[in-house]
């Protein structure tokens, strides 16, 4: 039965808090849970002059960052404009619906009037750290590789083409037993291991001045072998999912 939304909802008038629209497993409360910014104040408050304007609250400045990064926002003016609009947002940086949200420039401009050339975040890095430590959040056995393309000294137009084995995928195995799992219970037949171990080939350029380097494409006029210059380190890793 073909059915339609009665659109007129919109204007629909309702007595709600902002805190009733944040979900309450959603990441941003378990981030407000787990750390208490008020530490903020106290590393600030040399930073700023006993006369002039109230200044924008630093631990909004600070929590802005957090959501630019946490959620993955490629800018501050982007990160602004999801906060007029997202009541979870609105809601971590403690705005009510009609509180007007700074421009993105207020950030920079605060950045350089009182947090440039001051270890602040590095503080503030190392008391959010230490309260994930204190609560057992932290890993140390997760390691991120880091790597970057360095132009190799060979002439790209000197190559030869070979016809190499594609890469088995590492969850190769483990993808074949829960397939043929699901397959044993709705009473089929597991596929037999050929099924999966069907070699697959690629056409590759190999450079004849330096094999070890790879043909790397960026872009149409990046086109050049080139070499992985890795960068190991270790890092830790906050699991606010577990809270």
């Not at 040399?46 to 959620?71: A, N, W």
């Not at 705005?95 to 421009?103: L, M, Q, S, T």
């Not at 994930?132 to 590789?145: D, P």
């Amino acid at each position: 039965m073909l059915s339609k939304h009665n659109s007129n909802q919109r204007d629909q008038l309702e007595i709600i808090t902002l805190d009733q629209l944040v979900p309450a497993n959603y990441l941003i409360r378990k981030m407000e849970a787990s750390v208490d910014f008020t530490f903020i104040y106290d590393l600030v408050i040399d930073m700023y002059s006993e006369v002039g304007r109230p200044s924008i609250d630093p631990v909004i400045l600070v929590k802005l960052t957090f959501i630019q990064y946490t959620f993955g926002i490629r800018s501050m003016r982007k990160t602004i404009e999801e906060v007029e609009t997202n009541m979870a947002y609105r809601w971590f940086l403690g705005y009510g619906f009609h509180d007007k949200v700074p421009h993105f420039s207020t950030f920079g401009k605060n950045y350089e009037r009182h947090f440039k050339d001051t270890d602040l975040f590095e503080q503030i890095f190392y008391r959010i750290l230490m309260t994930a430590a204190e609560r057992k959040l932290i890993s140390a056995k997760h390691i991120f590789v880091d790597s970057t393309h360095v132009k190799a000294n060979a002439n790209k137009r000197k190559f030869e083409k070979k016809i190499v084995r594609k890469e088995t995928r590492a969850y190769q195995g483990r993808l074949q037993d829960e397939i043929n799992q699901d397959r044993e219970n709705h009473g089929k037949k597991p596929f037999p291991p050929d099924k999966f171990d069907k070699e697959e080939t690629k056409v590759i350029k190999e450079s004849t001045t330096d094999p070890e380097s790879g043909y790397y494409v960026k872009d149409e006029r990046t086109k050049q072998f080139a070499i992985h210059s890795m960068r190991p380190q270790t890092a830790t890793v906050l699991y606010w999912e577990r809270l």
